[in-house]
T-cell receptor, first 113, second 114 residues
Framework: DTAVSQTPKYLVTQMGNDKSIKCEQN?????MYWYKQDSKKFLKIMFS???????INETVPNRFSPKSPDKAHLNLHINSLELGDSAVYFC????????????FGDGTRLSIL | AQSVTQLGSHVSVSEGALVLLRCNYS??????LFWYVQYPNQGLQLLLK??????LVKGINDFEAEFKKSETSFHLTKPSAHMSDAAEYFC????????????FGAGTRLAVHP
């Protein structure tokens, strides 16, 4: 059983399109995260939700909108995709808002043409 | 503000040799420190963490790290490298607060040669 699973694994699309990435964790954790890893492998937090409540929002463009329908799911919708959005997006979870992310998904590689 | 510097973007060792990956941090308050490993095409896995208890921290796969406040360092070591250790390693820092926000270093790619 995969602890944190995200779909799709690869996403290739054109500039200006809207796309979504989905994430699910089966660990019973309260807190979920989205991280962005750029082409130089640099990792930066984007958002964090705790029990469906947004607790971290790292000045990400408002074209990015996270949604957490329940504490086991955290989705990321991106509007009007730009070339600079090309990256690997990782979902992660932690037991609670004070704990560090222990489990990351395998990533979604987003390529903008 | 917190930051992490990992010295050496690439480290190459022979199988059986000592692994040493360097991490220095900057924090205005006592930090929490972490090492994560990322295997190709996978997400990150937590190797070990320091959260103000023992300064020498042991993790999975015989890795360990020592918190040295005087040197603001948290270097990762392993006595004997295995081929399977080849991966990207990330050092990260956070501070105790109402939530856990990790600040990552740029990563060090470890190559292990036969």
């Amino acid at each position: 059983d995969t602890a944190v699973s995200q779909t799709p694994k690869y996403l290739v699309t054109q500039m200006g399109n809207d796309k979504s990435i989905k994430c699910e964790q089966n660990l019973g954790h309260d807190t979920m995260y989205w991280y962005k890893q750029d082409s130089k492998k640099f990792l930066k937090i984007m958002f964090s939700y705790n029990n469906k409540e947004l607790i971290i929002n790292e000045t990400v463009p408002n074209r990015f909108s996270p949604k957490s329908p329940d504490k086991a799911h955290l989705n990321l919708h991106i509007n009007s995709l730009e070339l600079g959005d090309s990256a690997v997006y990782f979902c992660a979870s932690s037991q609670n808002r004070l704990a560090q992310p222990q489990h990351f998904g395998d990533g979604t590689r987003l390529s903008i043409l | 503000a917190q930051s992490v510097t990992q010295l050496g973007s690439h480290v190459s060792v022979s199988e059986g040799a000592l692994v040493l990956l360097r991490c220095n941090y900057s924090s205005s308050v006592p930090p929490y420190l972490f090492w994560y490993v990322q295997y190709p095409n996978q997400g990150l896995q937590l190797l070990l963490k320091y959260t103000s208890a023992a300064t020498l921290v042991k993790g999975i796969n015989d890795f360990e790290a020592e918190f040295k406040k005087s040197e603001t360092s948290f270097h990762l070591t392993k006595p004997s490298a295995h081929m399977s250790d080849a991966a990207e390693y990330f050092c990260a820092v956070s501070v105790p607060s109402g939530y856990n926000k990790l600040i990552f270093g740029a990563g060090t790619r470890l190559a292990v040669h036969p």
